[in-house]
């Protein structure tokens, strides 16, 4: 009986978590063709009766043909008042596109994700590329996929130095988890900062940043064994349940 109800205790967890994301504030991708070019745009809509200050990052990751990755990322705060739509950014790309681009906008309230969208553009050719190198990971909980993506909040050169060793090492190490891995970095006592890594709200791995770059990698490495461990539990979680 005790794994039973250990089991459904994650279950109720789990689908408590997702009433959290697109509930009160709504992230919603659009597009429009334009001349031969795509813009998407992005767009938040509050649907609580209360005032809400947030920020976002509206980003265009894109994989060519030889699996290079590239970043474009647009983040800024607003403000958004009871029952209020608004148009936050946009990004134009062209029609005939050939790599593949996954289009992910995040909006959060403090440190917490509260709503989030993502497109993806040629995703049969990106099926093809993760067939030939791994096996395809399950959906998250609320049907959006989100792999191999790795989002930046520093502040300080420490906290950037930080991020360069881990994302470096988190893409040689093919990790590619199915859920969005930030690294963030918040004010501290006096100048000092603290540098944290978290996948959804789980705070995987934080430290005080200094700039030692010595020390920023050894971090970085603890992180990495972290975050893999993370989402080696997490599978195992789910197979678990499946043979449940």
Do not use: C, W
């Amino acid at each position: 009986m005790k794994p039973k109800l250990v089991i459904l205790f994650i279950l109720i967890f789990k689908v408590s978590f997702a009433q959290f994301t697109n509930t009160d504030v709504v992230a919603k991708i659009q597009t429009e063709s334009i001349d031969g070019a795509i813009s998407l745009l992005s767009n938040a809509t509050n649907t609580s009766e209360v005032y809400k200050s947030l920020r976002y990052t509206f980003s265009v990751f894109r994989t060519n043909a030889n699996d290079n990755l590239t970043k474009n990322i647009q983040e800024a705060r607003f403000t958004l008042e009871a029952n209020e739509s608004k148009e936050l950014s946009k990004i134009s790309i062209n029609e005939d596109e050939k790599d593949q681009l996954v289009v992910l906008l995040l909006i959060y309230e403090e440190d917490q994700i509260v709503g989030k969208d993502r497109l993806v553009f040629n995703e049969k050719k990106a099926k093809k590329v993760v067939e030939q190198n791994e096996e395809i990971s399950d959906e998250s909980d609320d049907g959006i996929e989100l792999k191999g993506i790795v989002i930046e909040e520093t502040k300080t050169k420490p906290g950037k130095d930080f991020y360069d060793f881990f994302y470096t090492s988190y893409s040689l190490s093919q990790i590619n988890g199915n859920k969005v891995v930030g690294v963030f970095e918040k004010l501290s006592f006096g100048r000092s900062t603290i540098i944290q890594v978290k996948i959804e709200d789980n705070v995987i791995h934080e430290f005080i940043g200094k700039p030692d770059l010595e020390y920023l990698e050894q971090m970085s490495k603890i992180a990495i064994r972290k975050v893999y461990k993370y989402f080696k539990d997490l599978k195992k979680q789910k197979n678990d349940i499946f043979q449940y």
